[in-house]
T-cell receptor, first 109, second 113 residues
């Protein structure tokens, strides 16, 4: 079983819909990252969370440390949000950074 | 501007040859990482380094080697022992402390002919 599990693997939505991507992990962590990967392969960091909730524009990320679960929400989705969204966790001890498999999001106009 | 530079972006090699991928950062980050990504799959950890002159194996280190002689540089060598080296390779660095932000290079696409 992977240390980091994401769901769903693939998600198709209509423009304007509210999107939720989930991430569950099985190890103790000091931080969790949400990342976005574009078709060309480049990856950008969206959020870094160690507790609570963060918001940036139409993106919201939450984390529940006790339940070992995080969610990424996109409000009023747009075709330009189409990308792979990846969850990554930083283990409590050391610098090991482990990634989930990613969620392919497609937003249709 | 600070960031991570990977080179080359595309690389072709013949079977049996070693090849070295470069990763340089000017962000003053201690932690650096190398990942491999195969089509339709997630990133898998090859090696990581927390500090100069120290590095640890990740989940798929066999057939790869690294060095960390300088804080700014973390090159990855794909050796001839790596049975299936054709892949997309990504280098990353992380800011100070547990809450440091992640930065990624643009990636290097290696094809073995």
């Amino acid at each position: 079983k992977n240390e980091v599990e994401q769901s769903p693997q693939n998600l198709t939505a209509q423009e304007g819909e509210f999107i939720t991507i989930n991430c569950s992990y099985s190890v103790g962590i000091s931080a969790l990252h949400w990342l976005q990967q574009h078709p060309g392969g480049g990856i950008v960091s969206l959020f870094m969370l160690s507790s609570g909730k963060k918001k940036h524009g139409r993106l919201i990320a939450t984390i529940n440390i006790q339940e070992k679960h995080s969610s990424l929400h996109i409000t009023a989705s747009h075709p330009r949000d189409s990308a792979v969204y990846i969850c990554a966790v930083l283990r409590l001890s050391g610098s090991r950074l482990t990634f989930g498999e990613g969620t392919q999001l497609t937003v249709n106009p | 501007d600070g960031g991570i530079t990977q080179s080359p972006k595309y690389l072709f090699r013949k079977e049996g040859q070693n090849v070295t991928l470069s990763c340089e950062q000017n962000l003053n980050h201690d932690a650096m990482y190398w990942y491999r990504q195969d089509p339709g799959q997630g990133l898998r950890l090859i090696y990581y380094s927390q500090i100069v002159n120290d590095f640890q194996k990740g989940d798929i280190a066999e057939g790869y080697s690294v060095s960390r002689e300088k804080k700014e540089s973390f090159p990855l060598t794909v050796t001839s022992a790596q049975k299936n080296p054709t892949a997309f390779y990504l280098c990353a660095s992380r800011g100070q402390g547990d809450t440091g932000e992640l930065f990624f290079g643009e990636g290097s696409r290696l094809t073995v002919l």
